[in-house]
Each structure stands twice: as C-alpha cells, then as structure tokens.
Nanobody, 124 residues
Framework: QVQLADSGGGLVQAGGSLRLSCAAS????????MGWFRQAPGKEREFVAG????????YYADSVKGRFTISRDNAKNTVYLQMNNLKPEDTAVYYC?????????????????WGQGTQVTVSS
C-alpha cells in the first residue's frame, strides 16, 4: 500500500517555473515506477512524465519534453517535477501516481495509487 501527497502547485506567469513534490508513505516506494499526470477542465487526464524505480529511466510527453524534469529521492520517499518555461496550456490539476511496474508506463490504468492533486495555473 502506498499513500501519496502531492504539493507545490500555484499561480505563475508564463515563462516561470514551479517545482511539484510528491511524498509517499509505504515500504514499497523504491520499488514503484512513479508518474505525473495532469487534467485540465473538460479534458481527460494525461500523462506528463514517468521515472523508473531507481531513477535510471525517464519518459516525457512530447508537450513537456525539454521543459519539465522528473526526479526522485528514494531516501526521502519523494518524487519531484521541475517545470520550467511554463505555458498557459500547462494549466491543470497535477497528480502524482505510483505503479507496480518494472518499466515506465504512460497509461492511467497502469497506475495503482494516486495523490489528491495540486493546481497549477499559468497566466499569459
């Protein structure tokens, strides 16, 4: 069982940066693939970034590649999403998620545990 608490969202101007954090509880964090998803109003939840259990592999949606960086600190049971050069279209509720998987996956149904979400709003 893994419980996730994501934080770090806020209001930022276009071109600005935010760093999201996701604190996990549970003994299996270091065995889980971790991911970040987002959901804008009226849209489906979409994959943003994922990282393997030891952090050696990362995967990004094309829309954020080169601007966002996912990382993890297994000693702190925490995964991060550094978001730079934010755009208004990045506005959404961002969710961290954990998957019992050996490879980074990008589908929502592959993830077993979810955080409560944190709002990111980018003004133009």
């Amino acid at each position: 069982q893994v419980q996730l608490a994501d934080s770090g969202g806020g209001l930022v101007q276009a071109g600005g940066s935010l760093r999201l954090s996701c604190a996990a509880s549970g003994r299996t964090f270091s065995n889980n693939v971790m991911g970040w998803f987002r959901q804008a109003p009226g849209k489906e939840r979409e994959f943003v970034a994922g990282i393997s259990s030891r952090g050696g592999s990362t995967y990004y949606a094309d829309s954020v590649k080169g601007r966002f960086t996912i990382s993890r600190d297994n000693a702190k049971n925490t995964v991060y999403l550094q978001m730079n050069n934010l755009k208004p279209e990045d506005t959404a509720v961002y969710y961290c998620a954990a998957a019992n998987s050996v490879v980074v996956v990008s589908t929502t149904y592959s993830y077993d545990y979810w955080g409560q979400g944190t709002q990111v709003t980018v003004s133009s």
